[in-house]
């Protein structure tokens, strides 16, 4: 095929599965630690044909003279397309920042390890100074790559305004995501607003349980892995039974993982893997990865039953989607809300009682730590989004070189004391915080549903699997507002989330 040569959407559909897969392949194998070198750049190359400004041209076409949900499905291939032109011209740039962080060091008590071991061991360090002393020591080697994170930022942040059309990165997120983002700002505000009396009776209770009195009145972010993975309570939620008891969990939903031979699971604790949960979805249903990293705690289990929330719903897509309805999404808050509602079976007392054999009050105390947990980060991320939409609204100006009100943002709505020099560090792409919180919203509405057709049992109820599953069938086809209605709920209401989050 010559340079100049296009596909069809059909035959760019076809080739691009086959680049997303090897692509996510690689990645798996960076962040699980089986490679020590990411050699993204080299995929590109290979598939260099995708991504031409006249392959862009001749979907855009095709796009603009389709109908419904063909239509649908060639803007996004067209998306596709605009990434891959992005990303082939800044993929050798991002491998180099990624294999920098890979070989960054910290030397902690005569100890030196990679930097994401010293992510990781904050969740496990009992003494509150020594997660002092090593949160210091991780922002330090981590902010030391803002310069060529910003330079990131700044090369992604021109070509995407390039491809795409659309200068203006807050509207450019919005045309894809089909929503407003001030309005969910908005609607985010005023939930928090309303929780905020809950959260800090949460917060001083749990605060002095976790940390303990030697605690600062504004402790810092180096505590949250620790908070998250709620230590003191690791003998009861230890690190032997979490996948037994996770499997469980999907069981009496109906689910049977060890079934399931295409979600492919991967608990091995590796140095270099990377300590944050996630699911690669490389081609579904056919393969799709469940990775995490145990450690120990009540948030092993919430990260898995979160990630498999992820991984059943890729794993049952009904195969006979085309490609970009089983794989290609606008965004992420349709999957997203897959992900919290099984992990929100943690904030379940009985679940409490039933797997781990508490009394009803024990269990009920459990769970409300939970509760604390998931109003934190809710409230985490809300600010994230205030503070992203200045960002990026002045970031034609600053090019990312203000950090702005992240720290203050963050702290005031969290009683966390959070480092400015984090502030790129903490950037997601494409809003994903949006993403995040719109599933946070869907989800509250999905479970007010299933406590309604199913009753207060749903997250030990096979009706609650048979339910999902029909929605797992549709793949990344609908939209995070389109689930809503089904549900019977305006995209916004944010009520069920209120109910959820005002638990005190």
Not at 107 to 129: H, K, N, Q
Not at 226 to 245: C, H, I, N, Q
Request: a negative charge; aromatic letters at 8%; proline letters at 4%.
């Amino acid at each position: 095929m010559s340079a100049t040569s296009t596909r069809t959407a059909a035959e760019y559909e076809a080739r691009l599965q086959q680049y997303v897969f090897e692509r996510s392949e690689e990645g798996r194998a960076v962040r699980v630690g089986e490679k020590e070198v990411s050699e993204q750049a080299a995929i590109i190359a290979r598939y260099g044909d995708l991504f031409t400004r006249e392959q862009l041209e001749a979907l855009r076409d095709e796009e603009s003279a389709a109908a419904g949900d063909d239509r649908e499905r060639l803007y996004r291939l067209r998306k596709a397309c605009e990434s891959g032109v992005v990303s082939s011209e800044i993929a050798a740039q991002e491998d180099a920042l990624e294999n920098a962080i890979l070989d960054a060091r910290v030397t902690f008590r005569g100890e030196e390890m990679p930097l994401r071991t010293a992510s990781a061991r904050l969740a496990v360090l009992d003494s509150y100074a020594d997660r002092e002393e090593l949160g210091q020591l991780e922002r330090t080697a981590s902010a030391a790559f803002n310069p060529q994170r910003r330079d990131l930022l700044e090369a992604r942040e021109r070509l995407d305004a390039d491809v795409s059309g659309e200068p203006d990165p807050v509207a450019r997120n919005e045309e894809e995501k089909a929503i407003s983002l001030r309005e969910l700002e908005r609607a985010l505000v005023a939930a928090a607003d309303a929780t905020s009396g809950a959260y800090e009776r949460l917060r001083d209770t749990w605060f002095e349980r976790l940390l303990g009195p030697e605690r600062e009145e504004l402790p810092s972010n180096a505590h949250v892995h620790y908070l998250r993975r709620v230590s003191p309570l690791e003998s009861t939620y230890t690190k032997e039974r979490g996948v037994d008891v996770c499997l469980a969990t999907t069981l009496a939903l109906g689910f049977d993982m060890t079934a399931i031979p295409n979600i492919r699971l991967d608990v091995e604790d590796r140095p270099q893997k990377n300590p944050r949960a996630c699911v690669i979805a490389s081609n579904p249903p056919e393969v799709v990865h469940l990775i995490t990293r145990a450690q120990g705690g009540l948030s092993d289990y919430q990260a898995f039953l979160h990630e498999a929330g992820h991984a059943l719903h890729y794993a049952g897509v009904d195969p006979r989607l085309p490609y970009t309805f089983r794989a290609i999404s606008r965004d992420h808050a349709l999957t997203e809300i897959y992900s919290y509602i099984f992990e929100a079976v943690t904030r379940e007392p009985g679940w409490h009682a039933q797997y781990f054999g508490l009394s009803d009050a024990q269990a009920e105390e459990n769970a409300q730590v939970t509760v604390f947990l998931e109003a934190l980060l809710y409230r985490r991320y809300a600010a994230k989004l205030r503070y992203e939409l200045g960002f990026w609204s002045s970031f034609a100006a600053e090019k990312g070189t203000s950090p702005r009100d992240y720290a203050t943002l963050l702290t005031e709505a969290t009683g966390i004391r959070y480092d400015e020099r984090n502030y790129l560090a903490d950037m997601d792409a494409g809003f994903y915080s949006a993403d995040y919180l719109r599933a946070w919203i869907r989800s509250a509405q999905l479970r007010a549903y299933l406590v309604r057709e199913v009753g207060e049992n749903w997250w030990r109820s096979p009706q609650t699997g048979d339910l999902l599953r029909e929605l797992f069938r549709e793949g990344t086809k609908p939209t995070s507002e389109e689930i809503a209605s089904r549900l019977g709920f305006e995209p916004l209401d944010t009520a069920p989330l209120v109910a959820d989050l005002s638990v005190s």
